[in-house]
Antibody, heavy 122, light 108 residues
Framework: QVQLVQSGAEVKKPGASVKVSCKAS????????ISWVRQAPGQGLEWMGWISAYNGNTNYAQKLQGRVTMTTDTSTSTAYMELRSLRSDDTAVYYC???????????????WGQGTLVTVSS | AIQLTQSPSSLSASVGDRVTITCRASQGISSALAWYQQKPGKAPKLLIYDASSLESGVPSRFSGSGSGTDFTLTISSLQPEDFATYYC??????????FGPGTKVDIK
């Protein structure tokens, strides 16, 4: 069965960086894309960006351009999201989600990871 | 950037009720709209994609309709497990995604 298993919770200080991993299993990793979505406490969902697991092409949300980098390691079927220059308003649960598009996004997410809480606090 | 609005922001309903949630886009998005259900402490679950296609394994009481700027999610007969928050999400030609603000459905 398809599974996306994310790394554990993180506590970071303002200005630091965080790197969250998302290990995929149960499907051909390079035949799909991965998006990252975050959710601040008590708030709605915010799309952060998409990466093709086939060729590494990325699209990032404009508000995060320059602070976020998404990568994949096809040898381990793992996707990564790194966010730099953390601020308190980056405190959120971060989700990876599978997108059915492999060269460009299909536009929706059919499987999700369990979420990773990132807390930014001094 | 394309904005999504949802109405109502919350509603109270009883088991067996027919529930309709509306999502409006600030500009036309053809049929590039999905609906998700999220329960507290859980990841979202895909219900509908391409505005009206039912995701595999999702009960047939869920349906989606619309195109262009106006979309609806309908639950034909609300079940106890349907009490949750529902989000619409669009995908545009610039390869960018946006979620609506959500509609919370709780028990009357």
């Amino acid at each position: 069965q398809v599974q996306l298993v994310q790394s554990g919770a993180e506590v970071k200080k303002p200005g630091a960086s965080v790197k969250v991993s998302c290990k995929a299993s149960g499907y051909t990793f390079t035949s799909y894309g991965i998006s990252w979505v975050r959710q601040a406490p008590g708030q709605g969902l915010e799309w952060m960006g998409w990466i093709s697991a086939y060729n590494g092409n990325t699209n990032y949300a404009q508000k995060l351009q320059g602070r976020v980098t998404m990568t994949t390691d096809t040898s381990t079927s793992t996707a990564y999201m790194e966010l730099r220059s953390l601020r308190s308003d980056d405190t959120a649960v971060y989700y990876c989600a599978r997108d059915r598009g492999w060269l460009r996004p299909a536009g929706y997410f059919d499987y999700w990871g369990q979420g990773t809480l990132v807390t930014v606090s001094s | 950037a394309i904005q999504l609005t949802q109405s109502p922001s919350s509603l109270s309903a009883s088991v067996g009720d027919r529930v309709t949630i509306t999502c409006r886009a600030s500009q036309g998005i053809s049929s590039a709209l999905a609906w998700y259900q999220q329960k507290p402490g859980k990841a979202p679950k895909l219900l509908i994609y391409d505005a009206s296609s039912l995701e595999s394994g999702v009960p047939s009481r869920f349906s989606g309709s619309g195109s262009g700027t106006d979309f609806t999610l309908t639950i034909s007969s609300l079940q106890p497990e349907d009490f949750a928050t529902y989000y619409c999400q669009q995908f545009n030609s610039y390869l960018l995604f946006t979620f609506g603000p959500g509609t919370k459905v709780d028990i009357k």
